[in-house]
């Protein structure tokens, strides 16, 4: 059987569909900003969902400390979650820092707050750090905000509860691709060199690396995708 046609409305709003990305990829050769926004967009609706779910499900048992600045740019922002038992007895404990994703241009630390509110239930502080988005910086710039909040935990670990001997460095997607980097600038003889950063922990302070769906070898995105010239 030949299939049934596409009722006028699907073909029209399909036909609208592929105008409007067409359109949208020509202006990336004027400024990649339109792309950027339009993906930021989309990623803050899903996200704003997803984050609404986990918070519902997190405890309530957690002090959190939102917005700390670890460096004087605007966007260079961190949360910390801590279980109350721990903050009242002034504990410090093993500590996870997730930076979010977002492919570059979207996501935010504070769709994280569920989530890592779970995390600090089990027994640890866990931190949710921001960063500069793609195309307002390029890489390493990320990176380098990544290290300095690292810095800024340790010199405020007794403040906020932050174990410096037991970090867990941890993202998701591209904040995956920034927790590699880091990891790989802290443990690799010259590969903070060839980044141009400095590592701000020993090896011996990494406990561990987890990483979630993250691109690692950017020389594989395609010449032709809407996000290489933002964030490269």
Excluded: N
Excluded at 199 to 218: E, F, H, K, N, R
Aim: proline content about 7%; some cysteine.
């Amino acid at each position: 059987m030949l299939p049934e046609p596409a009722p006028h409305g699907s073909r029209l709003r399909g036909l609208a569909s592929k105008v409007f990305f067409g359109v949208l990829r020509l202006t990336q050769y004027v400024s990649p900003r339109p792309t950027a926004l339009v993906i930021r967009r989309l990623f803050a609706h899903t996200g704003r969902r997803t984050a609404a779910a986990l918070l519902a499900q997190a405890p309530a048992d957690v002090i959190a400390t939102i917005d700390e600045h670890y460096d004087p740019h605007p966007d260079a922002l961190l949360d910390v979650y801590t279980p109350s038992s721990a903050a009242e007895a002034g504990r410090a404990l093993p500590t996870v820092v997730w930076t979010h994703g977002g492919a570059f241009v979207g996501g935010s630390k504070d769709e994280l707050a569920g989530y890592l509110r779970m995390i600090a239930d089990k027994g640890y502080t866990a931190v949710a750090v921001g960063y500069t988005r793609a195309p307002e910086a390029h890489h390493p710039t990320q990176l380098r905000q990544v290290m300095a909040a690292l810095t800024y935990l340790q010199r405020h670990a007794e403040r906020l509860h932050v174990d410096p001997r037991q970090l867990v460095l941890a993202g998701d997607s591209a904040g995956a691709h920034l927790t590699a980097q880091a990891a790989a600038a802290i443990t690799t003889t010259g590969y903070a060199a060839e980044l141009d950063v400095s590592p701000a922990l020993t090896p011996d302070q990494l406990s561990g690396v987890v990483l979630c769906c993250g691109i690692y070898d950017l020389g594989r995105v395609d010449d032709a995708s809407p996000l290489r010239d933002m964030f490269l």
